[in-house]
């Protein structure tokens, strides 16, 4: 059950967000932002991971294990 309803909602969201191109905002309590969320989280319940190409998700490419970190740790 779960996955026919991430499909409906990935679905419903990327008919929104193509709209959005087009047309006024049609429920202005749902924008954009919104929209690229519920779309990004039901394609990634589908098995469709595209956050590493978004990069205000935060989500970062795996590191190679040879390397350092980025900065120091410090422990409080």
Request: charged share 20%; proline share 11%.
């Amino acid at each position: 059950m779960k996955k026919p309803l991430a499909l409906f909602f990935a679905v419903l969201s990327g008919i929104y967000l193509i709209v959005m191109g087009v047309t006024p905002d049609p429920l202005p309590f749902i924008d954009e932002a919104t929209a690229l969320l519920v779309l990004v989280q039901s394609l990634s319940v589908l098995g469709i991971d595209i956050r590493r190409y978004l990069p205000f998700f935060g989500k970062k490419a795996p590191k190679e294990p040879g390397k350092k970190k980025d900065g120091p740790v410090v422990d409080v």
